[in-house]
């Protein structure tokens, strides 16, 4: 059973940072697709940053060159670089990954932007 667990997560300041890691049971090589979402309260799913099997990446609008998504083969994780927070990237953070043939989700990290 492939398992996804989100860490990293925390309480920051405004212009601070953070790193998100999604620890994948699999070899990261086997990915073929791993997403970062996020979900404010009362809001709904929304796509952070994607990197694919060939290191194509893709981010929501709201990004504007703030996060990194990379991957760690060594450590197997898909980390998400978060620079320059801001209070409206309050959220769970949640990683998905497709992997030949399903699609896993982890169980969320929250992220809590404040002053």
């Known amino acids: 059973q492939v398992q996804l667990v989100e860490s990293g997560g925390g309480l920051v300041q405004p212009g601070g940072s953070l790193t998100l890691s999604c620890a994948v049971s699999?070899?990261?090589?086997?990915?073929?697709t791993l997403w970062w979402y996020r979900q404010a309260p009362g809001k709904d799913l929304e796509l952070v940053e994607s990197v694919d099997s060939n290191g194509n990446k893709n981010d929501g609008d709201f990004v504007k060159g703030r996060f990194n998504i990379s991957k760690d083969t060594s450590k197997r994780t898909v980390d998400l670089q978060m620079n320059s927070l801001e209070i409206e990237d309050t959220a769970v953070y949640y990683c998905?990954?497709?992997?030949?043939?399903?699609?896993?989700w982890g169980q969320g990290t929250q992220v809590t932007v404040s002053s």
């Open positions: 998905n990954a497709f992997i030949p043939w399903a699609e896993y």
């Open positions: 699999e070899y990261v090589s086997r990915i073929y």
